[in-house]
Nanobody
Framework: QVQLAESGGGSAQAGESLRLSCTDS????????IGWFRQTPEKERGFVATIDGSGRGALYEDSVKGRFTISRDNAKNTVYLQMDNLKVEDTAVYYC???????????????????WGQGTQVTVSS
């Protein structure tokens, strides 16, 4: 059973940093590809970053490349999203998602993901 919980959201000024965490209570965490997505009232849920089960493969949406870093600690069943140099346009509800990929694939499409967290709000002000 996969149950995801996000934490670490909050408020920040533009240029500051926040770190989001996504923790799973299950026993097969290393077989999961994990993705981060974000949504605002004006936009559909969109891809931010993804990491494979080994932690060696990751992909990013273009607007966050060089500012966000996704990583994982399989011993802690946790994936992190380090968000540096935040911009006002990063304001959104951030969701983590998981899909079973024991072959260490990364997954970009939201519809492919099987499990979702409840989301955490990130608000960036100028």
């Amino acid at each position: 059973q996969v149950q995801l919980a996000e934490s670490g959201g909050g408020s920040a000024q533009a240029g500051e940093s926040l770190r989001l965490s996504c923790t799973d209570s299950g026993r097969t965490f290393r077989n999961l590809a994990i993705g981060w997505f974000r949504q605002t009232p004006e936009k559909e849920r969109g891809f931010v970053a993804t990491i494979d089960g080994s932690g060696r493969g990751a992909l990013y949406e273009d607007s966050v490349k060089g500012r966000f870093t996704i990583s994982r600690d399989n011993a802690k069943n946790t994936v992190y999203l380090q968000m540096d140099n935040l911009k006002v346009e990063d304001t959104a509800v951030y969701y983590c998602a998981a899909v079973r990929r024991p072959d260490n694939q990364v997954v970009i499409l939201a519809k492919t993901y099987e499990y979702w967290g409840q989301g955490t709000q990130v608000t960036v002000s100028s």
